[in-house]
Every structure is written in structure tokens, then in C-alpha cells.
């Protein structure tokens, strides 16, 4: 059996016991992972610690973000190692595991060292007095030993898009890989390892959050900030761990993410774009919709159709060609999905297709199937759509004016991303503003410029992260002040 170690100052080790590394699609156990206690976390962040005051810590901008290059030329030269350990641990269909997770891992690694390399120092000429003059320029340094931890759903892309930043900002990291999901990170280890990137530099340290790694590391003293991916309550308690002692946050949280479709859309492709945003990833996406407003004139036509493509979704192994669509990640996840379709049936929803757990190959019987469902009848007012299900679920709601979608999109607590789907242009850029998000797409989903600020507002999240905001997050700044 296959086994997932710590990583922890260059060294594979292991920990305080072991636990299961379950396969979603077949519910086989796959993998071996060595859970880390109190001394594993701890020597973890010790030898973070220890690189950051290494010849790491005094290596050029330059010569970090061209080691930073290395590593991404590795993932795509290790690409199918990558995938194998993504796709064993997600159940995700392989292409797109392949063009998404792994091809945005090495992306990663190259925009922040491209980012990073290009930034410059900002500075003051300050005029005090008859003639007397101070220059201020500002020193961006390391934050320090950062603690990142992330979730099950797109494991190696969001590490990543944590992890290139922060080493090329020169800081050290010991992340901490979803319990669901140790396999990318721990690839990902041999990976830098071979590129040259020095012992401590990186560390993994394998577990759970509660009573386990993740706590240990959020509440250990040598931690100068925490990154985090994952649910709003995590994010909420993992705040007050770190509140004692005023260490920085970065949190991208989870999502209630609304779409509109006004009645002038191109009605074909806003099928498409929704059938997307709801099913990629089977809603396990934080970005994913599950809300979607459609004007009245329109409800009915796009119900249909978008039930028509969701009944054309084929559910199946990763590695079967035809599968669009893969497992949930966990029983214990499809319980919670299976609660949320019940309240939804409670409250009194029309279920327009799926609503359950499908008939599917018996190779395929102990995996974490759901089916793929679309709702009508639902309100505002109804738990299932104020709470995030992260399934792949969505709640059609009619509206009668653009005021009435607005304020129906906003309603929520969470404030991560909206899609608006019009042929109008004014309209495309007033609603898109008008959405209390950190993330409003027009006529799309998902398409990310990397350089442009991450990040949701409310439940969502703290912070923004991508290109400059990402560097604003892992660095401290020393302002300087010389009087001339
Ligand atoms: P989760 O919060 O349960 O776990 C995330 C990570 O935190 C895991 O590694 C887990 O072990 C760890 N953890 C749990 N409790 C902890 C604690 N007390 N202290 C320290 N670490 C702890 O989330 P999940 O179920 O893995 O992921 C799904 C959630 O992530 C959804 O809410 C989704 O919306 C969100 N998400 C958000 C984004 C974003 O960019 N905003 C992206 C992906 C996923």
C-alpha cells in the first residue's frame, strides 16, 4: 500500500499513526497516510524556521523566482505523477484534472515568479521645513514561517496558488494537505526537492483540523501568519487560534455564489456557462453557483434547457473518456449533500432533474455518487438556498426587474463570486458592480487572470490574494525615512 509521509526538513517521516486515504469513486482505501502530532508539527516548524534564517533567507529575489521556474518546469515534466495522486484522491475525471489542477499548479509558480521578480520598491521624497528634505523607500521582507492549509476540492491547484507566492517572497512554508486529499502535496515535496529548493523550505505535515495537525500548527508559537483555504466556520475558528497573538490571516472561504440571467442573454451560451458553473468538479468548487436568478419572461425555457444538459452529464470513473462528472469526495460529504436535498424536498422545491444518489456500475457501488440536481418552488427564505451545500446543486428563481436580481444576488451572508449573463452592456457593467462580491463575471465563469486581486467578502473571506495582493500578504514592508 501506498504511504504518505511528512515532510519535514528534506526527510520523509512519519508520525504519530496512521489513517486511511480513501478512493471516492470506488470507496477502496488507496493510501497510508502517516498523521503528524505535536512533535512532527513542531519540528516542521522549527526546521521552516531554521531555512528562513538559511541561505535561503539571504538568496536573491532572482535566484529564488528562477528555482521557482524549475519547479514549475518539473510539475509539467512530472506531470503524470501529479495526476495520478489528484485523481486517486479526488475521483476527478483525468482531463480535466490534467488542464485544470496541474496545469494551473506549474501556472502558479510561473505568474509569482514573474510577479515577484518585477517588483520594485516604493519610495517618498518628503518636503519638511524651509528646505529640508527626507527620502522614504520601503523594504519588502519575508513574512516569515507561514502555515497554509488547504482543502480537499482542487488540492494541488490551491496549495500552489498559496505556496509559489509565498516561497517567492522568500518565506518558508509547512503546509497542511486536506486529510481527504495528502497525495499532490506530498508529490509536490519531491518535486522541489529535485529542483533545489533547500531542506525546510517546504514542509508537509499530514492530518485533520480539529484535535490534529491542523490545530497544532495554527496554534503553534513560531507561525508568523496563517494562508487558509477552506469553510467559513474553520476560518472563523482558526481567527481566534491565532488571535492571541495578532498574526496575520489570509482566508478564502466558502461561497452562496449567485448567478442572473437576464432575458436579452444569448440564451445558448448562458446554458453552457450555467451547466458549468453549477456541475464542474460536481459543485465542489467555492466559485460554483448555487443560485441562479432568471428573469420570468425567460424561467421557464432556461429550466428546461439547463435540466436537458444536466440529464446529458454522465457520471463515471476517472479514467472512462465519456465522464463528465465524478464523486463527491467523501461519504461524510455526501451525507451532508443528501441532508441539504432533503430540506429542499421539505421546504417544498420541484425537483427538475436528479435528487439523489444514481444507479451507477457495480464497480462503481461503494463510491460517492450523487446525482446532479436542479430545483424550482425554492425562495430566498429557505435554508438549502442560504446555507453552501458544495454539491452540484442549484436553486432557479424567478425575478421581475434587474432592482428585484440585485437584491435577491446580495442577500446572502457570503460575498465570494457572481456570473451576470446579458447582451446589454451598460446593464453588464452596472449589475456586475453592484454585486457584493470579491469576484463578478459577465457572460463567463472561472476565467482567471492570475495578476488580478482573489478573494471574497463576508463569510467568504479576508483579504485578497493574486499577482501584488498575494505579494502585500507574504511580505512585511520596513519603511525607511533618511533625512538629506
Ligand atoms: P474545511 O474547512 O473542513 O477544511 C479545510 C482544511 O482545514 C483541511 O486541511 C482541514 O484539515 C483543515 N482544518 C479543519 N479544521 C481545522 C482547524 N480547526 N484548525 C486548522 N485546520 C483545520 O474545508 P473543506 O471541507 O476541506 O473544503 C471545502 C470548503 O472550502 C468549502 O466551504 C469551500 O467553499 C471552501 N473553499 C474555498 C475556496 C476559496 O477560494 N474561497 C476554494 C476552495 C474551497
Redesign the pocket.
Given at each position: 500500500m501506498r504511504q504518505y509521509r511528512n515532510f519535514i526538513d528534506g526527510q520523509f517521516v512519519e508520525g504519530i499513526g496512521t489513517f486511511a486515504d480513501v478512493d471516492p469513486v470506488t470507496g477502496a482505501t488507496i493510501a497510508e497516510v502517516h498523521e503528524a502530532g505535536a512533535a512532527q508539527v513542531d519540528a516542521a516548524v522549527s526546521a521552516a524556521r531554521a531555512a528562513l534564517n538559511g541561505p535561503w533567507g539571504r538568496m536573491s529575489v532572482r535566484d529564488r523566482c528562477q528555482l521557482l521556474r524549475r519547479v514549475a518546469d518539473l510539475i509539467d515534466e512530472r506531470a503524470g505523477d501529479l495526476l495520478a495522486a489528484e485523481v486517486a484522491d479526488t475521483g476527478k475525471p483525468e482531463p480535466r484534472a490534467l488542464a485544470l489542477d496541474i496545469t494551473r499548479a506549474a501556472a502558479n509558480f510561473r505568474t509569482f515568479a514573474d510577479t515577484t521578480a518585477a517588483e520594485g520598491v516604493e519610495s517618498f521624497l518628503l518636503e519638511y521645513g524651509e528646505a529640508s528634505q527626507a527620502l522614504n523607500y520601503a523594504l519588502r521582507k519575508p513574512l516569515g514561517v507561514v502555515a497554509a492549509?488547504?482543502?480537499?476540492?482542487?488540492p494541488l491547484l490551491?496549495l500552489t496558488w498559496k505556496l509559489a507566492p509565498a516561497l517567492a517572497c522568500g518565506n518558508t512554508v509547512v503546509a497542511?494537505?486536506?486529510?481527504e486529499t495528502p497525495g499532490s502535496a506530498t508529490v509536490l515535496a519531491e518535486i522541489l526537492q529535485e529542483a533545489g529548493v533547500p531542506d525546510g523550505v517546504y514542509n508537509v505535515v499530514h492530518g485533520?483540523?480539529?484535535d490534529s495537525a491542523?490545530?497544532l500548527l495554527?496554534a503553534h508559537a513560531g507561525i508568523d501568519g496563517v494562508t487558509f483555504?477552506?469553510?467559513?466556520p474553520?476560518g472563523a475558528?482558526?481567527m481566534k487560534a491565532v488571535a492571541s497573538r495578532v498574526r496575520p490571516v489570509s482566508f478564502?472561504?466558502?461561497?452562496k455564489n449567485a448567478a442572473i440571467v437576464f432575458a436579452d442573454a444569448d440564451l445558448d451560451a448562458t446554458v453552457e456557462g450555467l451547466s458549468q458553473s453549477i456541475f464542474a468538479n460536481t459543485g465542489q468548487v467555492?466559485l460554483c453557483t448555487e443560485r441562479v436568478y432568471i428573469e420570468r419572461s425567460v424561467f421557464n425555457e432556461v429550466a428546461g434547457r439547463l435540466a436537458e444538459r444536466a440529464r446529458t452529464l454522465k457520471l463515471g470513473a476517472p479514467d472512462d473518456p465519456e465522464t463528465t462528472t465524478g464523486p463527491l469526495i467523501s461519504l461524510a460529504h455526501r451525507e451532508k449533500v443528501l441532508r441539504y436535498l432533503k430540506l429542499a424536498e421539505q421546504a417544498g422545491a420541484t425537483v427538475l432533474v436528479g435528487g439523489g444518489i444514481p444507479d451507477l456500475e457495480e464497480r462503481l457501488a461503494g463510491g460517492c455518487w450523487i446525482e446532479p440536481t436542479l430545483w424550482t418552488g425554492l425562495t430566498n427564505a429557505d435554508q438549502v438556498v442560504r446555507e453552501?451545500v458544495?454539491g452540484p446543486v442549484a436553486a432557479l428563481i424567478p425575478f421581475d426587474t434587474e432592482e428585484e436580481a440585485v437584491e435577491l444576488a446580495n442577500d446572502t451572508e457570503y460575498g465570494?463570486a457572481a456570473v451576470v449573463w446579458t447582451r446589454d452592456l451598460k446593464r453588464a457593467h452596472r449589475v456586475a458592480g453592484r454585486m457584493d462580491v470579491g469576484i463578478a463575471w459577465v457572460n463567463t465563469w472561472f476565467l482567471r487572470e492570475l495578476r488580478s486581486p482573489f478573494g471574497?467578502t463576508g463569510l467568504?473571506?479576508l483579504g485578497r490574494e493574486g499577482g501584488r495582493h498575494s505579494l502585500d500578504f507574504y511580505t512585511e514592508t520596513t519603511n525607511v525615512c533618511v533625512a538629506l
Open positions: 492549509i488547504v482543502p480537499w476540492n482542487l490551491l497542511k494537505p486536506s486529510e485533520f483540523g480539529k491542523g490545530e495554527v483555504t477552506g469553510s467559513s474553520t475558528g482558526i478564502e472561504l466558502g461561497g467555492c453552501e458544495f465570494l471574497g467568504s473571506g
